[in-house]
């Protein structure tokens, strides 16, 4: 009887009671909006934050001036914007080393038109381009190296020592002439005009080349070696630096020679667009390569920055003036106003980030 009673016995295991079991759920967005979130969470950092204002700045200026002109979403349109700032964007890299280690330039526009001046005296007396250009890009090298002895050793605030480096390189352009020299060196000229065909009708010119090489070997150096490591940890704190063993001295001193070889480097692409030197020439673009690196990103007090972010600020200052160009109405001046005001924008923005960051 008992034997009746008792439960049969099967191989089967037991059914799990409900809700013991692991629980199977549908899939939802929230997996796959985590990536996502997480790339919009980088983008609006602190430290990224100002470059992708940077990059959607240029992105929303160029499709209203897309709308409004006809022709301007032309491919060639955006290729000009790095044939006619090529100069600037060197100019702007090397003013980016300098600005994250918490120092400035100011001579980057009288060596611009130094450089210009000695390749045109030099070439008219029959000197061969390949002589001229590493000529030019030592000596510009050396008037940064004297810049950032005279800093290091000797304690000048940057801002006083690139001043009187200015007014020195302004100085020996009136020295070598008081008026413009023209460039008739065939090879020069032919290496000047040439255009690089990117196919449907669209070109660039060695420039444009020589400046993308730059920033590619800047970007590397900045991030990916020991120097480019101690050029932030400069900006974040020159002390905490010393602490750590970091060569806080050389590096200062080194930045202030690669912005005089991009000074230098710039003002022969300049003399490329130009073929002419002139004592006057780019007055006022140290402070357009200030603006391009400040509105690109890069913390004025130094330790937050990119080389990329200096890019973008480059072609937002270009994308600005085309417009101006296209609208036809509009004095070149307006180009300055609209730089002073992005520029202010821009100082506001990094103010309020890093009081976020703190």
């Given at each position: 009887?008992?034997?009746?009673?008792?439960?049969?016995?099967?191989?089967?295991?037991?059914?799990?009671?409900?809700?013991?079991?692991?629980?199977?759920?549908?899939?939802?967005?929230?997996?796959?909006?985590?990536?996502?979130?997480?790339?919009?969470?980088?983008?609006?950092?602190?430290?990224?934050?100002?470059?992708?204002?940077?990059?959607?700045?240029?992105?929303?200026?160029?499709?209203?001036?897309?709308?409004?002109?006809?022709?301007?979403f032309s491919g060639q349109v955006f290729l000009n914007l790095f044939v006619d700032n090529a100069y600037l964007i060197v100019l702007a890299v090397g003013m980016t080393f300098v600005i994250l280690?918490?120092?400035?330039?100011?001579?980057?526009?009288?060596?611009?038109?130094?450089?210009?001046?000695?390749?045109?005296?030099?070439?008219?007396?029959?000197?061969?381009?390949?002589?001229?250009?590493?000529?030019?890009?030592?000596?510009?090298?050396?008037?940064?190296?004297?810049?950032?002895?005279?800093?290091?050793?000797?304690?000048?605030?940057?801002?006083?020592?690139?001043?009187?480096?200015?007014?020195?390189?302004?100085?020996?352009?009136?020295?070598?002439?008081?008026?413009?020299?023209?460039?008739?060196?065939p090879t020069f000229i032919q290496l000047a005009v040439s255009r690089i065909p990117l196919g449907a009708g669209l070109s660039i010119t060695p420039s444009v080349i020589i400046a993308l090489v730059v920033v590619g070997i800047a970007v590397w150096v900045l991030h990916g070696t020991r120097f480019g490591r101690t050029v932030y940890a400069i900006g974040g704190?020159?002390?905490?630096?010393?602490?750590?063993?970091?060569?806080?001295?050389?590096?200062?001193?080194?930045?202030?020679?690669?912005?005089?070889?991009?000074?230098?480097?710039?003002?022969?692409?300049?003399?490329?667009y130009t073929l002419s030197g002139y004592p006057l020439t780019a007055i006022g673009t140290e402070l357009d390569a200030i603006a391009a690196v400040v509105i690109g990103g890069t913390l004025l007090t130094g330790g937050y920055g990119f080389v990329l972010g200096s890019v973008l600020g480059v072609l937002v200052l270009g994308v600005i003036q085309t417009i101006i160009t296209f609208e036809g109405t509009l004095s070149s001046w307006w180009t300055k106003i609209f730089i002073g005001a992005l520029l202010l924008v821009f100082i506001i923005l990094q103010k309020v980030l890093t009081a976020r960051r703190r």
């Open positions: 009887m008992t034997k009746l009673l008792e439960a049969p016995t099967t191989n089967h295991p037991p059914r799990p009671r409900r809700g013991t079991g692991p629980a199977r759920t549908a899939p939802t967005g929230r997996g796959r909006r985590r990536p996502l979130a997480a790339a919009l969470g980088v983008l609006t950092s602190p430290k990224y934050g100002p470059v992708t204002v940077t990059g959607l700045l240029f992105v929303a200026i160029f499709v209203i001036g897309g709308f409004r002109y006809r022709g301007f280690t918490g120092g400035i330039d100011l001579s980057v526009g009288a060596v611009v038109a130094l450089s210009g001046m000695i390749a045109a005296s030099l070439l008219q007396t029959g000197w061969s381009p390949g002589v001229v250009i590493p000529l030019i890009l030592v000596l510009t090298s050396i008037l940064g190296l004297l810049v950032g002895l005279m800093i290091h050793v000797f304690k000048v605030q940057p801002f006083i020592a690139t001043l009187a480096a200015m007014f020195l390189a302004r100085g020996l352009c009136y020295v070598i002439s008081q008026s413009s020299i023209s460039i008739t060196d704190g020159e002390q905490s630096g010393l602490l750590m063993g970091l060569p806080v001295a050389r590096t200062k001193v080194l930045v202030y020679v690669i912005s005089g070889f991009c000074s230098g480097l710039a003002g022969v692409l300049f003399t490329f």
